[in-house]
């Protein structure tokens, strides 16, 4: 079985080259994060025709995950346990988390909130939004130390140093602050280990390269988009790897696919 996790801000705008990904990939299970488009706009039958049933949420031109699976797709959830809601005047749920069973994995879609600035609203509410699923993640392994968990997605967050080109650029702002790392590595403590990392060691290894700068020819990038495995889930991990050379070309994401490969 092959799972991957790929941003790839607006489906509707790379609906054709996320099939053509698809076929060329063999890949049975994507998870899609910040599709950027409502439920009635999501292109589902260009995936249904390849095989895949379908599961998405979105409620705007903003956030929105899917799931792709050719393995089934049972018990859609859409949020987990516990996630906060965000806004103003009334407060809302955004579509930044997918579950369903898919081959007897139980995979998560998330799309963690960017924090925007260390002093906007909007990070104060990322890691509420963390502190909330580390809870839920916690919980089903409570229930289940047997379970195929499986957390991917954008978590915009770099956990390590390694993680961004030059970490000094960064100083003072969001995805390397220690609240957020902290966070991330919370949701580790729990039991959910980074299943990629071993199989694509860094430094100078990234998933996502901004488009301003020339960020993706000069090797500026982060990483930032990851698949977190409960134990039963790692056990399975026989291979990991990032496709770099989705982000090339005209029309691709600003994210690469990241891909792992389970045994049967």
Excluded at 176 to 190: G, L, Q, W
Aim: proline share 6%.
């Amino acid at each position: 079985m092959r799972l991957a996790t790929w941003n790839v801000n607006s489906i509707r705008t790379r609906a054709d080259r996320v099939a053509a990904w698809l076929q060329r990939s063999d890949v049975d299970v994507l998870a899609l994060q910040e599709t950027k488009c409502r439920d009635d706009q999501f292109p589902g039958s260009r995936f249904t025709d390849l095989g895949y049933q379908v599961a998405h949420v979105g409620h705007s031109q903003w956030n929105g995950v899917a799931l792709l699976s050719r393995v089934g797709l049972a018990d859609v959830e859409v949020g987990f346990p516990g996630q906060p809601a965000f806004g103003t005047p009334q407060p809302a749920v955004e579509a930044r988390a997918l579950g369903a069973t898919c081959g007897g994995v139980r995979v998560w879609s998330l799309y963690v909130p960017n924090g925007r600035t260390l002093t906007d609203p909007h990070y104060d509410y990322k890691l509420h939004w963390l502190e909330a699923l580390r809870t839920a993640a916690s919980g089903w392994l409570a229930q289940d130390a047997g379970a195929q968990v499986a957390l991917v997605g954008d978590w915009n967050i770099a956990p390590q140093d390694d993680d961004v080109w030059d970490v000094r650029v960064f100083a003072h702002s969001t995805h390397v602050s220690e609240p957020e790392r902290a966070a991330f590595r919370a949701i580790v403590d729990t039991g959910y280990a980074d299943v990629v990392r071993p199989h694509t060691p860094g430094p100078g290894v990234y998933t996502y390269w901004d488009y301003t700068q020339l960020r993706f020819p000069r090797r500026e990038g982060m990483r930032i988009d990851f698949v977190l495995g409960s134990p039963a889930f790692e056990r399975r991990v026989t291979n990991a790897l990032i496709d770099r050379q989705e982000r090339k070309g005209k029309g691709a994401s600003d994210h690469a696919p990241v891909i792992v490969e389970l045994a049967d």
